[in-house]
């Protein structure tokens, strides 16, 4: 999803409660806390050799310890504020794609990808998930493209590739 797609939700959901789903059937709890905004710049070389470069949005999101137990979550319109004043003071690139990053004690850290979202009459709920990582050079490393490439390493030492 692209930053720009979130903040129009947002704002045609304002008066929704704003939860985060970080697996299936389990929610960020409602203490969550946006604590930061990163404007990221990707310049990249993968294992082939290629270059790229590419913008991303992340968004923290943090349990408060002092609000657990909380039952009521942050409106879209309270957190639209609030990246509305992130935008004013470092403009956010609004085809960028956005992520959330989050973790708690059962759940490691990550950058999760916006998987899908859906919305009732209360709440806006946003799906997040992991993306699996991958290796973007398979022809120039011998991958072979139809095989399960997860169960392959993708630079071998005798691929020519690295």
């Avoid at 979550?73 to 470092?90: H, P, Q, T, Y």
């Avoid at 960028?96 to 009732?120: C, M, P, R, W």
């Avoid at 997040?128 to 493209?145: F, H, I, R």
Wanted: charged share 25%.
């Amino acid at each position: 999803m692209k930053t720009s797609e979130f903040l129009s939700l947002l704002q045609d959901h304002k008066e929704k409660s704003l939860v985060f789903e970080y697996q299936p059937g389990k929610l960020v709890p409602a203490n969550y806390h946006i604590t930061e905004v990163k404007n990221i710049t990707v310049d990249s070389v993968d294992c082939g050799a290629r270059t790229d470069f590419w913008k991303e949005t992340i968004i923290q999101l943090w349990e408060s310890p002092s609000e657990i137990g909380k039952t009521e979550f942050m409106s879209a319109l309270k957190a639209l504020g609030i990246l509305n004043k992130v935008d004013r003071m470092k403009p956010m690139t609004r085809d960028a794609e956005i992520k959330f990053e989050y973790s708690n004690a059962h759940f490691h850290t990550a950058q999760l990808f916006v998987n899908g979202f859906g919305h009732d009459t209360d709440r806006l709920v946003f799906n997040l998930g992991v993306q699996k990582t991958d290796c973007k050079a398979k022809e120039e490393c011998g991958v072979p493209l139809t095989s399960n490439v997860e169960d392959e390493a993708c630079c071998s030492p005798s691929s020519g590739c690295c």
